[in-house]
């Protein structure tokens, strides 16, 4: 490694030595990892789009409306009351993440986050299409403001700005609910201004992000990049440039038809630098693990080319780790590995679990604030509660009614006796419990009481039910 490019931990790739923003004009990607990432992408851009529009159960595939305190994942309700499972599957996510980083580096970013996909799968595509490939742009930046540049810069950002809309759209659906931006879209925008103006803002993000920001965002906005330098360790599979064959004895050297490489000592590393021309992130791999990698594989790609054509192995930018560069080690489970994958294990073991003992139906009754009990004849004490009943289930729960469990004693609501909770909706009054004294020992007894549709019972509560202290034992 020459001794002036040694400073490129210095500063970032996409800043220059003044100090400012030094755009990327990256080359057209293709090659076999370049085929595999647009497949997933693909599944994962109809998985993204689709997905507030897809009903299962008549919910929602998936929806997060902080608004209305409204959740539904893979087509199942949850409720505020259920955030406990959020937070466990949110904890189970970044298990996964550290997982995944400490095998195989970062991953995520080249293959599943919505970043990249966008960015590198559509907006950059698109560029392709209308500026043409990396010396076409950088020619066509550098030209003044004629015909030619106004049109292709006016076509660009016009479609750039309307798939922002499109995905400000997706978002909203995620948000608000597909069925509720349906109404909007039929309806006169000027009637749903505030819901107008927060789309613009959206688009107006999203267009910022994919138009100009770019891969700022992987490089200083996302924290992932600073927590792989963390994770990582020599046995973390990367893609990762193979020092050991590309440098040799005597470093790279530009390839001559018909040399002796080996004799001369040089490696196999031809020092195109295309690797780098091909980096959405402006790096030069053969510098090491770097914190704007997002392991994409363009630089695999283009290097297996370049070496085909140059009649040498393929392999030199491969998925390796250090030890396996250095030592020839292959990939085996550390101890670090098996306790995260125990971990994960573990997590995802407890909420399936507590996915399986969650209720349809949850009750809660509390003593009205402020009442104390209530004498009813020569021996019955009276208590009133408020109640509040959560259906959690797509259909609506028919002929409710309330038995008390333990002790004995009755149940009477303030209306009627039986009543139905609407689908994903509540219910709530007012009820008195009524019991006989002699099963009173002391002034405060805690009661169970049953929530029945027709003769099931669909859940169970407690509460605590007052008395006289002179009832006491």
């Not at 970013?109 to 950059?124: K, L, S, Y």
């Not at 669909?458 to 006289?468: A, L, S, V």
Request: charged share 25%.
């Amino acid at each position: 490694m020459e001794a002036s490019e040694g400073n490129f931990r210095d500063s970032i790739s996409t800043v220059n030595e003044d100090g400012k923003r030094s755009w990327v004009y990256p080359k057209k990607p293709k090659g076999k990892f370049y085929k595999y990432r647009k497949y997933v992408s693909y599944f994962l851009l109809a998985f993204l789009l689709l997905g507030p529009f897809i009903k299962v159960n008549g919910n929602q595939f998936l929806l997060f409306n902080f608004l209305e305190r409204r959740f539904n994942i893979f087509g199942f309700p949850f409720w505020p009351q259920d955030f406990y499972l959020f937070v466990i599957s949110m904890i189970i996510g970044v298990v996964f993440i550290a997982l995944f980083t400490v095998a195989f580096g970062r991953i995520f970013c080249g293959w599943i986050c919505p970043q990249t996909i966008f960015m590198e799968m559509v907006f950059r595509r698109i560029e392709y299409w209308i500026d043409g490939d990396r010396g076409a742009q950088i020619r066509l930046d550098k030209q003044e403001w004629n015909a030619e540049k106004i049109r292709k810069r006016g076509l660009k950002w016009f479609i750039f700005f309307c798939i922002s809309f499109l995905i400000a759209n997706v978002f909203l659906a995620y948000l608000i609910g597909s069925d509720q931006l349906l109404r909007y879209i039929k309806e006169d925008p000027l009637d749903n201004i505030s819901t107008l103006i927060s789309l613009l803002i959206f688009t107006a993000v999203f267009y910022f992000v994919f138009a100009w920001f770019r891969e700022q965002v992987c490089i200083i906005a996302c924290p992932y990049g600073r927590l792989q330098g963390v994770l990582l360790d020599n046995k973390s599979i990367i893609v990762a440039y193979d020092h050991k064959r590309g440098e040799g004895d005597n470093g790279r050297k530009k390839f001559r038809k018909g040399e002796d490489r080996d004799a001369i000592g040089a490696g196999d590393c031809i020092d195109c630098k295309q690797c780098v021309n091909v980096c959405p992130t402006g790096i030069d791999i053969r510098n090491g693990t770097q914190l704007e990698c997002v392991n994409c594989t363009a630089c695999i790609d283009e290097c297996n080319t370049i070496m085909e054509n140059v009649n040498l192995p393929k392999g030199l930018i491969r998925y390796a780790s250090e030890d396996n560069i250095e030592k020839k080690a292959p990939f085996k489970l550390t101890p670090r590995l098996k306790g995260y994958a125990a971990v994960l294990v573990i997590l995802i073991g407890l909420l399936i679990g507590m996915l399986f003992l969650r209720n349809d139906v949850e009750a809660n009754i509390l003593r009205l604030p402020g009442q104390l009990y209530e004498h009813k004849g020569e021996h019955i004490i009276s208590n009133v509660y408020t109640f509040k009943l959560i259906n959690k289930t797509v259909k609506e729960i028919d002929n409710v009614h309330f038995e008390l469990l333990d002790p004995k004693g009755e149940v009477k609501l303030v209306s009627v006796e039986n009543f139905n909770i609407p689908k994903e909706g509540l219910h709530q009054g007012t009820l008195f419990v009524e019991i006989d004294k002699a099963f009173l020992d002391k002034d405060k007894t805690t009661i169970k009481i049953g929530v029945f549709s027709d003769d099931t019972l669909i859940e169970t509560t407690t509460t605590t039910f007052m008395g006289p202290r002179s009832y006491r034992k």
